[in-house]
């Protein structure tokens, strides 16, 4: 600490280093909120993740800021003072800045800068989102900073540039390695929301409107949906059961015969199964083969590549890579009118984690729902029910958002909940995070502040 003391007490001597890191920090500070918003809106990431993870997030995002401007304000101060070139304090300098950036984003569509390490997953395929990798990074920051120290405080002893390459590329292989670890390594689990469902601080009424204590039945059944994923490999039996169990919600013996054995029962879903159904219905569209996969925005927004995503990279439950199980089998056949209809419906439901329509399912609710309007479809379901399916899908997985919907809608429109035009409120206008956002600060401009339901489905598994 003494020589650090020294360090910074000669860097800092001059105010234009001083200016130098401020400006550094700042920049890095709004590249971090810039790569946020690219996906989803600050205050939704407020209500999405629970208090623990966002405050978490803020602080390993401030520390890794300080580091970035302490340690390129050191470079620069070599550079000029020393007049040394610091080609191992440059190198680990610059991966350091490069994981800190990773992880940068909501745990949904953070994490586009991993396929560059060739891990073809998203934040949501961490067991803390992407949190392990703003710590690496702040480790790595703090031993170029000291190399940095060294050399400023000329007690630099020739460090080895073949240690500082191999403590580099030993946390890379940290990163790759951690998306594949076996779930029972996984056992703190994610600190994202937890896919419970609440009542807790809502009003009774405007609830049971969003998420009816009866559920929503859609006119579709089953059907061996679930043996076929099994024998495809899309999903693991061993890991998906086990993913429940250690989120202390175990399947029921009638989900696990949907998956297992298929079942003619109508899809319903409810307070206490909509996680089964998003992360059952998740798979689902991403092994069923359709156009939207294969020639739709996801793979204009990939450049061709679309294992980068949330709902691609971010599948942890299959039995291999889940990019090996991509648009694979038609797990649901639809004939070419079917899939159009699919096509037309999809690119008109927004969802609030994001700014993206169904037909570009780039996180876990958005293929979860994809996959259920193809199931209509395919079972002869009207435009209409399709709409209306996705309007009470959309409200059990994401509870809070439409909360705040439906007392946005009752108090400036006087319309319920249940009566609201599905095409009008899953329209980008107030569906996507954008346009929940401008309804929540509506609501907040008006003074009706009202606290919303916590849970609905989590970003990963």
């Given at each position: 600490?003494?020589?650090?003391?020294?360090?910074?007490?000669?860097?800092?001597?001059?105010?234009?280093?001083?200016?130098?890191?401020?400006?550094?920090?700042?920049?890095?500070?709004?590249?971090?909120?810039?790569?946020?918003?690219?996906?989803?809106?600050?205050?939704?990431?407020?209500?999405?993740?629970?208090?623990?993870?966002?405050?978490?997030?803020?602080?390993?995002?401030?520390?890794?800021?300080?580091?970035?401007?302490?340690?390129?304000?050191?470079?620069?101060?070599?550079?000029?003072?020393?007049?040394?070139?610091?080609?191992?304090?440059?190198?680990?300098?610059?991966?350091?800045?490069?994981?800190?950036?990773?992880?940068?984003?909501?745990?949904?569509?953070?994490?586009?800068?991993?396929?560059?390490?060739?891990?073809?997953?998203?934040?949501?395929?961490?067991?803390?989102?992407?949190?392990?990798?703003?710590?690496?990074?702040?480790?790595?920051?703090?031993?170029?900073?000291?190399?940095?120290?060294?050399?400023?405080?000329?007690?630099?002893?020739?460090?080895?540039?073949?240690?500082?390459?191999?403590?580099?590329?030993?946390?890379?292989?940290?990163?790759?390695?951690?998306?594949?670890?076996?779930?029972?390594?996984?056992?703190?689990?994610?600190?994202?929301?937890?896919?419970?469902?609440?009542?807790?601080?809502?009003?009774?009424?405007?609830?049971?409107?969003?998420?009816?204590?009866?559920?929503?039945?859609?006119?579709?059944?089953?059907?061996?949906?679930?043996?076929?994923?099994?024998?495809?490999?899309?999903?693991?039996?061993?890991?998906?059961?086990?993913?429940?169990?250690?989120?202390?919600?175990?399947?029921?013996?009638?989900?696990?015969?949907?998956?297992?054995?298929g079942s003619n029962e109508r899809v319903k879903i409810t307070r206490e199964?909509?996680?089964?159904?998003?992360?059952?219905?998740?798979?689902?569209?991403?092994?069923?083969?359709?156009?939207?996969?294969?020639?739709?925005?996801?793979?204009?927004?990939?450049?061709?590549?679309?294992?980068?995503?949330?709902?691609?990279?971010?599948?942890?439950?299959?039995?291999?890579?889940?990019?090996?199980?991509?648009?694979?089998?038609?797990?649901?056949?639809?004939?070419?009118?079917?899939?159009?209809?699919?096509?037309?419906?999809?690119?008109?439901?927004?969802?609030?984690?994001?700014?993206?329509?169904?037909?570009?399912?780039?996180?876990?609710?958005?293929?979860?729902?994809?996959?259920?309007?193809?199931?209509?479809?395919?079972?002869?379901?009207?435009?209409?029910?399709?709409?209306?399916?996705?309007?009470?899908?959309?409200?059990?997985?994401?509870?809070?958002?439409?909360?705040?919907?439906?007392?946005?809608?009752?108090?400036?429109?006087?319309?319920?909940?249940?009566?609201?035009?599905?095409?009008?409120?899953?329209?980008?206008?107030?569906?996507?995070?954008?346009?929940?956002?401008?309804?929540?600060?509506?609501?907040?401009?008006?003074?009706?502040?009202?606290?919303?339901?916590?849970?609905?489905?989590?970003?990963?598994?």
């Amino acid at each position: 600490m003494k020589e650090i003391r020294k360090t910074l007490d000669k860097v800092y001597k001059q105010p234009s280093y001083i200016a130098l890191s401020g400006f550094i920090f700042t920049t890095f500070v709004l590249l971090d909120y810039f790569l946020l918003t690219r996906t989803t809106s600050w205050q939704q990431f407020i209500q999405e993740n629970n208090p623990t993870f966002t405050v978490l997030t803020i602080v390993l995002s401030m520390l890794n800021n300080i580091f970035i401007a302490l340690v390129m304000t050191a470079l620069v101060f070599v550079f000029e003072k020393v007049k040394q070139k610091s080609h191992i304090e440059m190198a680990n300098s610059s991966m350091g800045v490069f994981l800190s950036l990773v992880s940068v984003g909501c745990a949904v569509c953070g994490g586009f800068l991993l396929p560059v390490l060739g891990i073809a997953a998203s934040l949501t395929a961490f067991p803390f989102q992407g949190l392990e990798i703003k710590l690496l990074s702040i480790i790595l920051l703090y031993y170029s900073f000291t190399i940095l120290t060294a050399r400023i405080n000329g007690h630099f002893k020739n460090q080895s540039f073949k240690r500082s390459f191999l403590i580099g590329l030993a946390l890379v292989l940290v990163v790759y390695a951690i998306p594949r670890m076996k779930i029972e390594y996984k056992a703190f689990g994610s600190l994202a929301a937890k896919p419970v469902n609440t009542e807790e601080g809502a009003s009774g009424e405007i609830f049971e409107q969003i998420n009816p204590s009866e559920g929503y039945e859609l006119k579709a059944t089953f059907g061996d949906l679930g043996p076929r994923m099994l024998s495809m490999g899309v999903v693991d039996k061993d890991k998906f059961i086990q993913v429940y169990e250690q989120n202390e919600q175990p399947l029921s013996e009638q989900q696990l015969k949907i998956l297992t054995q298929g079942s003619n029962e109508r899809v319903k879903i409810t307070r206490e199964n909509s996680y089964f159904l998003l992360n059952f219905f998740w798979a689902a569209g991403l092994g069923n083969k359709s156009r939207v996969l294969t020639e739709g925005d996801i793979m204009k927004y990939g450049n061709g590549q679309a294992g980068g995503f949330a709902s691609t990279g971010g599948w942890s439950l299959a039995k291999s890579d889940p990019m090996d199980y991509y648009a694979k089998e038609a797990l649901i056949p639809m004939t070419a009118d079917q899939e159009a209809l699919v096509e037309s419906v999809a690119s008109n439901i927004y969802r609030p984690c994001c700014g993206n329509s169904t037909a570009f399912p780039d996180c876990n609710h958005g293929m979860a729902l994809l996959s259920v309007l193809q199931l209509l479809a395919s079972q002869g379901a009207t435009e209409d029910e399709m709409y209306q399916a996705g309007k009470y899908f959309s409200a059990f997985w994401f509870p809070s958002n439409y909360y705040d919907l439906a007392i946005y809608f009752q108090s400036k429109e006087q319309t319920e909940f249940k009566d609201l035009d599905p095409r009008k409120l899953l329209s980008a206008e107030y569906s996507s995070s954008q346009g929940w956002g401008r309804a929540k600060q509506w609501l907040q401009d008006q003074g009706i502040v009202e606290q919303p339901p916590r849970g609905g489905g989590g970003c990963g598994v």
